[in-house]
């Protein structure tokens, strides 16, 4: 009798308003299925095209290597020069955005302007720029640029946030100026954050390097949305394949650099 | 005395030689980088000479911000861009979870089952969601299917990899009791695995939706459907001032999105 008794009660029965959210979850989500038309017919015929555009990729095509060597080696060039700039902007802007170091006046319009560097995605920043400076490379550092300056300058931020603020006291005691109180009460402390973040934002620069491409702003994206728009899918493929090996190359390089510097 | 004298004046270093050597290639690596870059890149200095009058310019011809033009062009493709967003968030941890779990060395001990799991998780990575739908544009045609799939199939990585860290991370002893009392795999991933991730999943599956409401707006330009759609057009026609509207649009949408997952997170992690 115990037992029935302790089968029919479940202790862990969800409470009514989350059992109302799960409802309202599945009734949003067989409205959005319905609402974008995504019917089992058309997913059959899909795998089908799937299946034709698979097959035209293989074998993949290196024939024009040199095309897909320069359009590689403008992409690297924009992540790492776009990855410099943003570092080198959201070093004080993070300062700057610090709510520990700094009063609200200060850090509210800077946090505004992180906030709106973080809240277009790249592509759309870079077709901006693609208006104001015109196509290639240039477009596609800028946006970058500004991208990893929203990335960047909120996680600094929120790392100089959680920093420790006896030792800036201590640093403050003996007299120290603002640049001091900086260089040896803060950035000690942030160091190895700040590097950790930097190599991940390199890391996702590069990823996106090859993507502004496709609205014109330089690197490998273009070649590839030209040689897609031609229906060259080998060529298409192997340029993938090399994306992928650089961006495979870009992780192995980042976690070796976080590995140098942690003591 | 003179001993004592040898021993205090030996020099205190921080690192060993070795690990020096290692910074300093490091330091020497990201100059040598950064300054091959800036010089060898192509950069037309009277793009960037003119770039101030080009952004007065474009700025002038966005003000004023078309608001009449939201109900007829923008509201459609704004809903559509957040059914993209949600829809691309359940499918993308409809497929990336199981190879997260496949990944984590400890819930599954085969290495080749790792290996051929992180290899999914790094190339679906790897391909950015512009590319993952043209892909999808060429197999499904134009459309938000396609965009869903996309930003579903570039997800998994990101999912798979910090739902993997989460499992990884997971309590070794309530699974060893499982074990001991005999539980089948399956109860041994919904009652010894799942309580200890489930804090976890919920906060990758957040911080997903707010990355997948910004990827989604986008899509369009690639003809993937949703509001990108309709700034590619907006563009094209050199229409500014409906452009500034649609950026407006994106802007509170993301902001929106940001404070909706902050609120969540707060309530429910």
Redesign the interface.
Same mark, same amino acid.
């Given at each position: 009798m115990t037992l029935a008794g302790l089968t029919e009660a479940r202790p862990f029965r969800a409470p009514w308003h989350v059992r109302l959210g799960w409802l309202a979850l599945f009734v949003?989500?067989g409205y959005?299925?319905a %609402?974008? @038309?995504?019917s089992w017919p058309?997913?059959v015929q899909?795998?089908g095209?799937?299946a034709h555009?698979i097959s035209r990729m293989f074998p993949p095509n290196f024939s024009r290597w040199e095309l897909l060597l320069q359009g590689l080696?403008?992409s690297? @060039?924009?992540a790492?020069?776009a990855s410099?700039l943003g570092i080198l902007l959201s070093l004080p802007l993070s300062v700057l955005a610090a709510r520990n170091l700094m009063p609200a006046v200060v850090t509210w319009p800077v946090r505004m302007l992180i906030?709106?560097c973080r809240? /277009? %995605?790249p592509?759309?920043v870079a077709?901006?720029f693609v208006?104001?400076?015109?196509f290639?490379?240039?477009a596609g550092?800028a946006a970058l640029t500004v991208a990893s300056v929203g990335f960047l300058g909120k996680l600094f931020t929120e790392a100089i946030e959680e920093i420790s603020l006896k030792q800036i006291e201590a640093v403050r005691a003996t007299g120290a100026s603002f640049m001091n109180t900086i260089v040896f009460g803060v950035v000690p402390q942030v160091m190895f954050r700040f590097i950790g973040f930097s190599a991940y934002e390199t890391d996702a620069n590069l990823?996106?390097s090859?993507?502004v491409g496709?609205?014109g702003a330089g690197g490998i994206?273009g070649t590839? /949305?030209a040689a /897609?728009q031609r229906f060259d899918y080998d060529f298409v493929f192997a340029i993938?394949l090399s994306?992928?090996a650089l961006?495979?190359v870009g992780?192995v390089l980042q976690i070796q650099?976080k590995r140098?510097?942690r003591? | 005395m003179s001993v004592v004298h040898a021993a205090t004046t030996r020099e205190w270093r921080r690192f060993t030689p070795a690990e020096r050597l290692a910074r300093y290639a490091v330091y020497f690596f990201i100059v040598a980088a950064v300054a091959v870059s800036a010089e060898s890149i192509e950069i037309i200095p009277e793009f960037l000479y003119d770039a101030p009058e080009q952004f007065a310019d474009m700025f002038q011809r966005m003000w004023p911000i078309a608001w009449g033009f939201y109900p007829e062009g923008v509201h459609e493709a704004l809903i559509e861009t957040l059914d993209i967003a949600a829809l691309s968030t359940v499918l993308g941890l409809l497929m990336g979870i199981p190879v997260g779990f496949l990944a984590a060395r400890n819930a599954v001990p085969v290495p080749v089952l790792n290996y051929f799991a992180r290899f999914i998780l790094v190339s679906t990575r790897s391909v950015s969601t512009l590319l993952w739908a043209l892909f999808f544009v060429a197999v499904f045609g134009p459309g938000a299917l396609a965009g869903t799939c996309a930003i579903a199939f570039h997800s998994i990585g990101f999912i798979g990899k910090l739902f993997s860290e989460a499992v990884e991370d997971a309590n070794k002893g309530s699974i060893e009791a499982l074990t001991a009392a005999g539980a089948s795999p399956f109860s041994l991933i919904l009652y010894g695995y799942w309580p200890q991730v489930k804090p976890t999943f919920w906060a990758i599956a957040l911080f997903r939706w707010d990355i997948n409401v910004r990827e989604s707006a986008v899509l369009g330009f690639v003809g993937a459907g949703g509001i990108g759609m309709a700034l590619d057009t907006a563009i094209n026609l050199f229409q500014w001032d409906r452009v500034a509207m649609i950026l407006v649009t994106v802007f509170v949408v993301v902001i929106i999105a940001e404070v909706v997952v902050t609120q969540i997170r707060k309530r429910i992690i």
């Amino acid at each position: 009798m115990t037992l029935a008794g302790l089968t029919e009660a479940r202790p862990f029965r969800a409470p009514w308003h989350v059992r109302l959210g799960w409802l309202a979850l599945f009734v949003y989500l067989g409205y959005a299925i319905a %609402h974008l @038309e995504l019917s089992w017919p058309r997913f059959v015929q899909g795998i089908g095209n799937g299946a034709h555009f698979i097959s035209r990729m293989f074998p993949p095509n290196f024939s024009r290597w040199e095309l897909l060597l320069q359009g590689l080696t403008e992409s690297l @060039e924009m992540a790492v020069v776009a990855s410099f700039l943003g570092i080198l902007l959201s070093l004080p802007l993070s300062v700057l955005a610090a709510r520990n170091l700094m009063p609200a006046v200060v850090t509210w319009p800077v946090r505004m302007l992180i906030m709106l560097c973080r809240s /277009f %995605h790249p592509v759309i920043v870079a077709i901006i720029f693609v208006k104001a400076v015109g196509f290639g490379a240039l477009a596609g550092i800028a946006a970058l640029t500004v991208a990893s300056v929203g990335f960047l300058g909120k996680l600094f931020t929120e790392a100089i946030e959680e920093i420790s603020l006896k030792q800036i006291e201590a640093v403050r005691a003996t007299g120290a100026s603002f640049m001091n109180t900086i260089v040896f009460g803060v950035v000690p402390q942030v160091m190895f954050r700040f590097i950790g973040f930097s190599a991940y934002e390199t890391d996702a620069n590069l990823r996106n390097s090859t993507m502004v491409g496709i609205v014109g702003a330089g690197g490998i994206g273009g070649t590839l /949305f030209a040689a /897609f728009q031609r229906f060259d899918y080998d060529f298409v493929f192997a340029i993938l394949l090399s994306i992928i090996a650089l961006i495979m190359v870009g992780e192995v390089l980042q976690i070796q650099v976080k590995r140098v510097f942690r003591q | 005395m003179s001993v004592v004298h040898a021993a205090t004046t030996r020099e205190w270093r921080r690192f060993t030689p070795a690990e020096r050597l290692a910074r300093y290639a490091v330091y020497f690596f990201i100059v040598a980088a950064v300054a091959v870059s800036a010089e060898s890149i192509e950069i037309i200095p009277e793009f960037l000479y003119d770039a101030p009058e080009q952004f007065a310019d474009m700025f002038q011809r966005m003000w004023p911000i078309a608001w009449g033009f939201y109900p007829e062009g923008v509201h459609e493709a704004l809903i559509e861009t957040l059914d993209i967003a949600a829809l691309s968030t359940v499918l993308g941890l409809l497929m990336g979870i199981p190879v997260g779990f496949l990944a984590a060395r400890n819930a599954v001990p085969v290495p080749v089952l790792n290996y051929f799991a992180r290899f999914i998780l790094v190339s679906t990575r790897s391909v950015s969601t512009l590319l993952w739908a043209l892909f999808f544009v060429a197999v499904f045609g134009p459309g938000a299917l396609a965009g869903t799939c996309a930003i579903a199939f570039h997800s998994i990585g990101f999912i798979g990899k910090l739902f993997s860290e989460a499992v990884e991370d997971a309590n070794k002893g309530s699974i060893e009791a499982l074990t001991a009392a005999g539980a089948s795999p399956f109860s041994l991933i919904l009652y010894g695995y799942w309580p200890q991730v489930k804090p976890t999943f919920w906060a990758i599956a957040l911080f997903r939706w707010d990355i997948n409401v910004r990827e989604s707006a986008v899509l369009g330009f690639v003809g993937a459907g949703g509001i990108g759609m309709a700034l590619d057009t907006a563009i094209n026609l050199f229409q500014w001032d409906r452009v500034a509207m649609i950026l407006v649009t994106v802007f509170v949408v993301v902001i929106i999105a940001e404070v909706v997952v902050t609120q969540i997170r707060k309530r429910i992690i």
